[in-house]
């Protein structure tokens, strides 16, 4: 019995040893995030236009909408396939319906924390009356996008969302 | 015994967990706080050559691509400073107050409904179409009872370390002159002028900061998102700091007037006093009496209340008679009976003493050493009370 134990403990060593130098190696696909507001702002002929900005270098209060994009890149020599971004909705914000959906990736959602996802229109949540009703923008938790094509070295493409800061 | 112990709680926190789980998840009614900082990350998975790769973590910028939990940065920024408040008028209708009277009060109701604790200091602006000026504007902070009633109403000139969405209930108490006349009246507006929070005291006034340039990130910024939603009263300019709501009903149109605010409802009392010769020493009692030496003259003393006035109480009239004349002090019967009161045609009561037995009116004259008095009489709007005396002619 003694032995069995060490004989486990040396291989989940390993194996944590081979995660790790797995994990100092660059993958293949690159993914970048950003959050951002639209702003209103005078241009220089006196025209008012909106302007997207860096939601960290904006006034940022409840009630505001903010855009979180994750652009994602193919910086490996294979082609990626069946590329899945997933993203929790920020806490503090509710998701904005309708927001994420982009053409050439499914979008799923999922309103227990990430656990299961589904079409917006499959999943259901326990209402305040405890009887089940269908979710709402504001129960979801996590967003997921398939990119349904596969990304050639070299692509490029990204996700978006919306969240309305509580 | 353990054992069994053991195998009881198992079910029972089985059922603990799932009814939490049931639990609807409830919705704040607070906005964020200032100063808390929203994070984001995403996740990508994918496949080469079929075979599915180590995840790998966004990061802001150029982003990341080195697989693994944990590799990846949040991308974050910081929810700033929402200055905000509501103020409603509660008062729907003018609110009715007297001459001399500083008992009434305009209701307003303060909300925080930015996301920070703010000081606000308060203001009662009167309406420049007012057809009185108190004498003394006051503001009362209400203690919880709803009421003002001056038992847990404090004066106050701001309110301290608001919190947010907790309603404050506060008075407007206008001193109203006593000279101040039925009818007229002034509509009072409400302003709330945020300031910084932080102890006790009226905090440093706020101030938007970087206005018109990019956010501080590493600092809460101060937004000003005021307005009280009509955005048509000269005070309430958009994004100032500072809140004005009209009490009663503000005019829609932005025009003020008195539609809302004190109402004065005060006495409009009229005396009149017209004299008649009953009697002269020639012909005796007679239409035809003239006034000459030994003559007896009736004196009607008339007082109305106008019509829409409020109701006048401890109505009192005297009247000092010529040096020339002498009072008749028993005109109307034995006794003291030398005034009677008629109170509104009710029919002319004489010796109107509720002391003398005789009637129980409730008025009380007298008519002695040359003077007449009268107490005790209550004039609603639009009654009247006639006084009558008789003097003769030295």
Known sequence: MKNAGRCLAAITLILLFCASAMALEKGAVKLASRSEVDVVVVNARGEKEVKRVDAAKAKVVPGDTV???????????????NAVVTNPVPEHTVYVDKTAEVKGARV????????????????????ADGKARPAEAADYTHIRWTIEKALAPGAKGSVSFKAKVK | MKTKMRLRLVPVLLLAAVIALMLPQKASALGTASGVTIANKATIGYQVNLIPQTAIE??????????????????????????????????????????????????????????????????????PANTFVATSVTIYRDGGDGVYDGVDDVAVTFLDEMAVDTPQVVWVVAAVPIGATNGQAANYALKAEAHAAGGAGLGALSAQTNVGAPDNAAAVDVVFADGDGD??????????????????????????GP????MVSGALLTV???????????????????????????????????????TATSVAITDTIDANTLGVYNAYGAGPDGVTVNFNGGGALAGTSASDGVDASGYNSSFVAGSISVSGITLAAGQNAVIKYQVTIK
Do not use: C, R
């Open chain 2, 272 to 310: 009149t006093k017209t004299s008649a010769v009953i009697a002269d020493p020639v012909l005796g009692p007679s239409v035809n009496a003239k006034a000459i030496p030994g003559a007896t003259v009736e004196y009607t003393v008339t007082i109305t209340n106008g019509a829409g006035a409020a």
């Open chain 2, 231 to 256: 955005g048509v009263q000269a005070n309430d300019a958009n994004y100032d700091g500072v809140f004005v709501v009209w009490g009663g009903n503000e005019l829609p149109d932005g025009t003020v």
């Open chain 2, 58 to 127: 966004s990061a802001p910028g150029a982003g990341n691509s080195t697989p693994g939990v944990g590799l990846g940065t949040n991308t974050t920024f910081l929810v700033d400073d929402k200055v905000s408040v509501t103020i409603a008028a509660n008062d729907v209708a003018m609110v009715t107050t007297y001459p001399g009277s500083s008992a009434q009060a305009l209701k307003f109701t303060v909300e925080n409904t930015g996301n920070t604790v703010h000081d606000f200091a308060l203001t009662a602006l009167l309406d």
């Open chain 2, 259 to 262: 539609t809302g605010g004190f």
């Open chain 1, 67 to 81: 855009i979180f994009t994750n652009a994602y890149e193919n910086v490996g020599g294979e082609a990626v396939k």
């Open chain 1, 108 to 127: 799923e959602f999922s309103v227990d924390g990430g656990k299961i996802y589904g079409l917006a229109q499959s999943l259901m949540v326990v209402g």
